[in-house]
T-cell receptor
C-alpha cells in the first residue's frame, strides 16, 4: 500500500543544533515529494517540494531536503535551528494518478529550546 | 490568511446531530480537497472536486458524510448523525489547476462531538 513513514515523532533540540528529519515512502515509481510545516496555531504551509531534477532542494527559512531514490527517502535538514522553528513537520507524497492527492506521514513535532 | 477560508473554525456538537462545514477556496483554483486530521496523525484524504465534479472519495468517507461543490466555487462537507469518532480537524485545500501539484490549505474546522 502507498504509505509515508516518519520515524521521529518528537524531536527536542537546542538552538543552533543541526536538524535532520527522516521520511521514507513505499512506492518505487515516479513520485512528487513535499514537506509541510505547521507552526503552533497556524495552518499547514508548504516548506519545500521535489518534482524532478536536482535531488537536493532548498525551501524557505533555510530548510533543504534530499531525495534519494535508492532509499525511497526524502529527509529534511537544517544546519542550525532556531527557536522559531518549533513546529510540526509533515512529509507528504503524491504517488501520481489522476487525483494528485497527497499521502501524509504522521508528522514530527520539533521543539527547539532557547 | 492563506486565501482558503473555512467556517466555522470550531464546532462542538452532541452525538447524533448533523454538522456542516464550508470551504471557500482561492478564487482561481479549480481543484478543491477535503482532508481530516486527528491528534497525532497527518492529514488523511477524504475527497476532491475538479470544478463542481466530485472525482474521488476515500473509503474513510462513510455514507454519513457528503460533500458538494455546487457551482465550482465554495464547497460544503456535511456529517450526519455525528459520532464521537468524527471528532477531528477538517481541512480544506485548493490547487490552482490540475497537475500543479501544490496545495494551499485553510486553517481548518475543528469538530468536537460530545
Amino acid at each position: 500500500a502507498q504509505s509515508v513513514s516518519q520515524h521521529n515523532h518528537h524531536v527536542i533540540l537546542s538552538e543552533a543544533a543541526s536538524l535532520e528529519l527522516g521520511c521514507n515512502y513505499s512506492y518505487g515509481g515516479t513520485v512528487n515529494l513535499f514537506w509541510y510545516v505547521q507552526y503552533p496555531g497556524q495552518h499547514l504551509q508548504l516548506l519545500l517540494k521535489y518534482f524532478s531534477g536536482d535531488p537536493l532542494v532548498k525551501g524557505i527559512k533555510g530548510f533543504e531536503a534530499e531525495f534519494i531514490k535508492s532509499k525511497f527517502s526524502f529527509n529534511l535538514r537544517k544546519p542550525s535551528v532556531q527557536w522559531s522553528d518549533t513546529a510540526e513537520y509533515f512529509c507528504a507524497v503524491n504517488y501520481g494518478g489522476a487525483t494528485n492527492k497527497l499521502i501524509f506521514g504522521t508528522g514530527t513535532l520539533l521543539a527547539v529550546q532557547p | 490568511d492563506t486565501g482558503v477560508s473555512q467556517n466555522p473554525r470550531h464546532k462542538i456538537t452532541k452525538r447524533g446531530q448533523n454538522v456542516t462545514f464550508r470551504c471557500d477556496p482561492i478564487s482561481e483554483h479549480n481543484r478543491l480537497y477535503w482532508y481530516r486530521q486527528t491528534l497525532g496523525q497527518g492529514p488523511e484524504f477524504l475527497t476532491y472536486f475538479q470544478n463542481e465534479a466530485q472525482l474521488e472519495k476515500s473509503r474513510l468517507l462513510s455514507d454519513r458524510f457528503s460533500a458538494e461543490r455546487p457551482k465550482g466555487s465554495f464547497s460544503t462537507l456535511e456529517i450526519q448523525r455525528t459520532e464521537q469518532g468524527d471528532s477531528a480537524m477538517y481541512l480544506c485545500a485548493s490547487e490552482v489547476r490540475a497537475g500543479a501539484n501544490v496545495l494551499t490549505f485553510g486553517a481548518g474546522s475543528r469538530l468536537t462531538v460530545l
